[in-house]
């Protein structure tokens, strides 16, 4: 692995993108069959093809076990280490001490020989597993003999290579290696395994690369729009306009033998929805379909948060699945059969998406009603859609080019979404911490607050959404106006706060933005933002200008109200 470590290093040294491809691309000639499979996939972060469900269920704790077991590592030192990295590859690599007496017998890692063992590690099973899987590790570790081989052996197993590489310029790097470049995102699309994507560019068989159902096709995403007094966006070519349902987004996989249904982070979440699993049985053949969960009862889409009491449960009791009925509307249709429908356009896509359907039971499992939007739609038009749409009890509109194709991964222009942002708050940060990854040396996570009579009443907590340069100047500015000890030690308890936040002066304003209001005992204020952002600093404003909780409570009220639920 040390030439795939060097690889990483200098992709993580150079910005440029062709450089990154290039070096992806002739360290990958260089290998032969089981390793082109392997290290393409490590590129990616994921050492498996997706549609094996295998993960390494591997934490953190046991790696550092592992590695406090082979090379002797001190806490503090190690802790040190991980401060100036914020990274447990850069952290416990360093210590790599080769062990003398293995001598002759040293294992060499090859990416396929990690890879085999990986599979150990992740199918290692039963009483046992957890000991299986440390000794594993410390086998791995025991086959390092640089630290920079260890850094990106580790990383790869916590699955975080940060070298600033997209799966998009793995797949670029590939295609400079196969006799036609465009079949290789196709082909990615459909086998979902760069690994094997990489093996068949070499050999000249993509176009023999079958449809992997129940490997996840990364999902098309909508670039957002203003809502204003007119829409430029729609003037050329011809769209379809259809409600933004406020749900969980899904694409099923349907095959005689097996029904999957993949979230936004490409988990299978089947197991919550077993109404919608048992609907989508009625469908003929195999077929992958792309939509948005929501709640319903009685034909109205209830908000988000009924369907919140649904996500992740693995059990669900016969009274959820009757207080909270869920319908899959779906949008778009990706594969049918051995048919790979990505590159149709999307006006056919839905053609043979209604055909399909036609089979299902529409109460769970239904296609999203759209219309065509006429050529040059006025304001007028746009804007009574979209009333239209949230009196339906949904988020806004999406429109879609009906010439478009499919394109997994991308927010293109080709989908365009419409929604109105709430309200935004002015919150007071009250407490701040170090971030993750770059942003461990920078105080950027702030804790926030609205005004609660005299007092400041927690509300949320944001990664910073400001640039980096506000980032260094504001974490200058909160290192200088910590509270003083005896000070902050009241403050923890009275605005319950944990104690690796630390305490700051409450004088900066923050605007924040986000997408519902919902009770919560979690903060103090009684309310919790979902989404939360920072938009931006607000220094012409003072903390007695920020925003009250009786503010809070007045656009949580009229949030129900246009959504014409009551306080439930
Ligand atoms: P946002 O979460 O505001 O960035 O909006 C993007 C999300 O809108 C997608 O991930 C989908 O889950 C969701 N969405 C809702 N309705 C549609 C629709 N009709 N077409 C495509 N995406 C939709």
């Not at 392997?38 to 046991?62: D, H, I, K, W």
């Not at 490997?215 to 966006?233: C, V």
């Not at 991308?410 to 709430?422: A, F």
Request: glycine residues 6%; proline residues 4%; aromatic residues 8%.
């Amino acid at each position: 692995m040390i030439a795939f470590a060097r690889t990483c290093a200098a992709i993580a040294a150079t910005a440029s993108k062709l450089e990154k491809i290039a070096l992806v691309g002739d360290y990958l000639r260089t290998l032969d069959d089981a390793d082109v499979q392997a290290a393409a996939r490590y590129f990616t972060g994921n050492p498996f093809p997706q549609a094996q469900e295998r993960s390494l269920a591997v934490g953190g704790r046991t790696l550092i076990d592992a590695a406090v077991a082979m090379w002797g590592i001190d806490d503090a030192a190690l802790a040190v280490a991980y401060r100036a990295s914020g990274d447990l590859g850069a952290a416990l690599g360093q210590f790599v001490r080769p062990s003398p007496d293995l001598g002759l017998f040293r294992e060499t890692l090859t990416p396929s020989r990690l890879y085999a063992l990986l599979v150990e590690i992740a199918d290692a099973a039963g009483k046992s597993a957890q000991k299986r899987r440390r000794i594993l590790c410390e086998r791995i570790f025991s086959a390092c003999t640089e630290p920079l081989e260890a850094t990106y052996v580790i990383k790869i197993m916590t699955g975080e290579l940060r070298i600033g590489l997209r799966e998009g310029l793995v797949l670029d790097a590939v295609a400079g290696f196969a006799r036609d470049p465009r079949a290789v995102r196709r082909a990615a699309a459909i086998a979902g395994d760069l690994g094997a994507v990489a093996l068949a560019a070499k050999h000249d068989t993509l176009d023999q690369l079958a449809i992997a159902y129940h490997a996840p096709i990364a999902f098309m995403l909508a670039s957002p729009i203003a809502y204003g007094s007119e829409y430029t966006e729609l003037v050329s070519s011809a769209w379809l306009v259809e409600d933004k349902y406020d749900g969980i987004r899904i694409q099923a996989h349907v095959t005689p033998r097996r029904i999957s249904l993949f979230s936004r982070t490409l988990n299978d979440v089947a197991a919550s929805y077993p109404e919608l699993v048992e609907a989508l049985r009625a469908l003929p053949g195999s077929c992958a379909l792309d939509g948005e969960i929501v709640a319903i009862r009685d034909g109205r889409v209830l908000p988000f948060r009924f369907l919140q009491a649904r996500l992740q449960r693995k059990d669900v009791a016969p009274d959820l699945l009757r207080e909270v009925p869920v319908r899959l509307i779906c949008f778009d249709a990706l594969a049918l059969d051995e048919e790979f429908l990505l590159d149709l356009p999307l006006a056919e896509r839905r053609t043979r998406l209604a055909e399909v359907l036609a089979h299902a039971d529409e109460r769970t499992v239904a296609a999203a009603p759209w219309t065509a939007l006429e050529e040059r739609a006025a304001a007028e038009t746009v804007h009574e859609r979209f009333e239209a749409s949230r009196e339906r009890g949904n988020e806004g509109l999406v429109f879609k080019r009906t010439d478009s194709p499919y394109t997994p991964g991308r927010r293109g222009k080709s989908w365009l979404k419409l929604k109105r942002e709430l309200a935004t708050l002015d919150c007071v940060v009250v407490a701040v911490e170090r971030g993750h990854g770059k942003r461990v040396g920078v105080l950027s996570d702030y804790t926030f607050a609205v005004r609660a009579g005299d007092d400041l009443a927690v509300i949320g907590k944001a990664y910073s959404g400001l640039t980096n340069v506000e980032i260094a100047e504001m974490t200058a500015w909160f290192e200088a106006h910590r509270l003083p000890p005896d000070e902050a030690h009241a403050s923890y308890r009275r605005l319950a706060l944990k104690r690796r936040e630390i305490l700051v002066e409450p004088s900066i304003v923050v605007e924040i933005a986000f997408d519902i209001i919902q009770r919560s005992e979690l903060h103090a204020s009684g309310f919790a933002l979902r989404f939360p952002r920072i938009v931006r600093l607000r220094p012409d404003k003072r903390p007695q200008d920020a925003d009250t909780v009786e503010r809070v409570a007045e656009i949580y009220a009229e949030m129900l109200e246009r959504e014409g639920m009551g306080d439930r």
